[in-house]
């Protein structure tokens, strides 16, 4: 029994470390190299940095923790309320082909929100707290202001969530489809086809982890090792899913975007049985203009 905890908490490990650099790696490429001109690829690439910060802090534990395990998950949790305003916006900005600079979107007001709560919580701990030791979270039976607020945040983030895909899902259903356009592939296909992909994508790995993680921890029932490193392991397979099928949409997209450069007409020069005048014309409505010309010179004081 213990050889196979070990062998699941090891599993555990390299799943969280490899999942981390992919995504770490995939959001260096898609901000640094893969680029638009509208910038919707910078929040595409702070989707998946998100994503590698929590592969990442699978590598904690209470012996390599800079913190206390509770203390630090707790301060990383308010971080994760920018994943889905993330996604709505990049879809939003995406399908309506917005250019203007984001800045700091109302979307993103939860998050600071929840944060400067978080923060506050702790700073009180640490000056009205005698013995230094409730911080930590050590004693979880004993109702203190940070447990209720480790306790009220995960129910938060699930329902930020599923409102979120909720949005993203009805917004998704109003784009026109193909078939308005004769089953003609076009830019905007694709786009929307990716878009929903990523949606989709992320919507699944959101319910396996409410069922295998968030679920068990409100009954009360502690998340086995085999379950975190399931979920996990879903999501390394779907970023692993999202990059190949992302390439397969600009290999697409590119091939597109020369195919409709050749089908674009040239312009060539009217030949001159379509011109309005000819050429004799032409010549001698320019020496009437000559003629005036030197007229007006002559008769000039």
């Given at each position: 029994?213990?050889?196979?905890?070990?062998?699941?908490?090891?599993?555990?490990?390299?799943?969280?470390?490899?999942?981390?650099?992919?995504?770490?790696?995939?959001?260096?490429?898609?901000?640094?190299?893969?680029?638009?001109?509208?910038?919707?690829?910078?929040?595409?690439?702070?989707?998946?940095?998100?994503?590698?910060?929590?592969?990442?802090?699978?590598?904690?534990?209470?012996?390599?923790?800079?913190?206390?395990?509770?203390?630090?998950?707790?301060?990383?949790?308010?971080?994760?309320?920018?994943?889905?305003?993330?996604?709505?916006?990049?879809?939003?900005?995406?399908?309506?082909?917005?250019?203007?600079?984001?800045?700091?979107?109302?979307?993103?007001?939860?998050?600071?929100?929840?944060?400067?709560?978080?923060?506050?919580?702790?700073?009180?701990?640490?000056?009205?707290?005698?013995?230094?030791?409730?911080?930590?979270?050590?004693?979880?039976?004993?109702?203190?202001?940070?447990?209720?607020?480790?306790?009220?945040?995960?129910?938060?983030?699930?329902?930020?969530?599923?409102?979120?895909?909720?949005?993203?899902?009805?917004?998704?259903?109003?784009?026109p489809g193909r078939a308005?356009?004769?089953?003609?592939?076009?830019?905007?296909?694709?786009?929307?086809?990716?878009?929903?992909?990523?949606?989709?994508?992320?919507?699944?790995?959101?319910?396996?982890?409410?069922?295998?993680?968030?679920?068990?921890?409100?009954?009360?029932?502690?998340a086995i090792m085999v379950?975190?490193?399931?979920?996990?392991?879903?999501?390394?397979?779907?970023?692993?899913?999202?990059?190949?099928?992302?390439?397969?949409?600009?290999?697409?997209?590119?091939?597109?975007?020369?195919?409709?450069?050749?089908?674009?007409?040239?312009?060539?020069?009217?030949?001159?049985?379509?011109?309005?005048?000819?050429?004799?014309?032409?010549?001698?409505?320019?020496?009437?203009?000559?003629?005036?010309?030197?007229?007006?010179?002559?008769?000039?004081?």
């Amino acid at each position: 029994m213990n050889e196979f905890s070990e062998f699941f908490s090891e599993s555990y490990w390299w799943l969280s470390l490899l999942g981390g650099i992919h995504c770490l790696g995939l959001g260096l490429y898609i901000r640094y190299i893969y680029s638009e001109k509208n910038g919707n690829h910078k929040i595409l690439a702070n989707i998946f940095s998100l994503m590698a910060l929590y592969f990442f802090t699978g590598l904690l534990t209470s012996n390599n923790a800079p913190a206390p395990i509770h203390l630090v998950f707790t301060l990383i949790i308010p971080v994760y309320f920018l994943v889905m305003p993330l996604l709505y916006l990049y879809c939003d900005r995406s399908l309506n082909d917005i250019e203007q600079a984001i800045g700091f979107s109302r979307h993103f007001y939860p998050a600071l929100f929840i944060a400067v709560l978080v923060i506050i919580a702790i700073v009180y701990r640490l000056l009205f707290d005698n013995h230094g030791t409730g911080i930590g979270l050590s004693q979880p039976t004993e109702a203190t202001d940070l447990s209720l607020l480790a306790m009220l945040l995960p129910a938060l983030l699930f329902i930020q969530t599923g409102l979120y895909f909720y949005y993203i899902i009805k917004m998704l259903s109003r784009y026109p489809g193909r078939a308005s356009r004769l089953h003609q592939d076009s830019l905007k296909d694709i786009k929307f086809r990716w878009l929903l992909v990523l949606t989709l994508a992320l919507m699944s790995n959101w319910l396996i982890r409410a069922v295998l993680i968030i679920l068990p921890f409100y009954l009360g029932d502690q998340a086995i090792m085999v379950n975190q490193a399931t979920t996990r392991l879903t999501m390394l397979l779907t970023v692993y899913i999202l990059a190949i099928y992302g390439l397969n949409q600009i290999t697409r997209a590119a091939y597109l975007r020369g195919k409709l450069a050749q089908q674009q007409p040239q312009r060539k020069p009217m030949p001159a049985s379509q011109q309005l005048l000819s050429s004799e014309e032409i010549a001698y409505l320019h020496q009437l203009m000559q003629e005036e010309k030197q007229n007006k010179d002559l008769n000039r004081p």
